[in-house]
């Protein structure tokens, strides 16, 4: 299951990047329009918006598993052994909370926007659910990442990554 995990977390790390390419495609594109007179795609701006916002939440598990997330690690560098684990299990269960509420809200933001039929309210009227499952692919995964992290913890193996490419579970 830890394999299968990690493969999801690369795969959304992989969409993360494709979204990147798309954002520049988006802006490069915009650009050239208007520099020709007269001629422009509407629209352009909120792909590129909606190409960036995909990469950000899509690479949230990645990130997560290469300890890139913000972490107070000069306390638990100066804490006691069983003070530092404490703190560990707490900041992985707040961290958990949080992302699972995230996720939730996520998903039922893209469901409403589907029912109700919402639209961007630029010129090319996008449906707004298609951006916005990007969001909730990337929460879920991170949600994912957060249980993947304590489970990991609890039976003591490791989650994150270090810089030599070993993995520590208290970095």
Aim: charged letters at 10%.
């Amino acid at each position: 299951m830890d394999a299968f995990a990690r493969l999801t977390y690369r795969g959304l790390l992989a969409l993360a990047c494709v979204s990147m390419i798309g954002a520049l495609t988006a802006i490069t594109l915009n650009i050239a329009t208007r520099l020709v007179d007269g001629w422009s795609i509407t629209g352009l701006d909120g792909y590129a918006g909606y190409s960036i916002a995909a990469a950000f939440f899509l690479a949230l598990p990645s990130a997560l598993m290469q300890g890139d997330h913000i972490r107070v690690s000069v306390v638990l560098q100066n804490a006691g052994p069983r003070v530092r684990l404490w703190l560990e299990y707490w900041g992985l269960s707040v961290g958990l909370a949080i992302a699972v509420y995230l996720a939730w809200f996520s998903c039922r933001l893209v469901w409403f926007s589907h029912l109700y039929h919402d639209v961007a309210p630029t010129g090319d009227a996008t449906p707004m659910w298609i951006p916005q499952v990007s969001m909730a692919l990337g929460t879920v995964g991170f949600a994912t990442a957060f249980l993947h992290a304590l489970v990991s913890r609890i039976q003591g193996r490791s989650f994150f990554k270090e810089a030599s490419g070993e993995a520590t579970p208290s970095e």
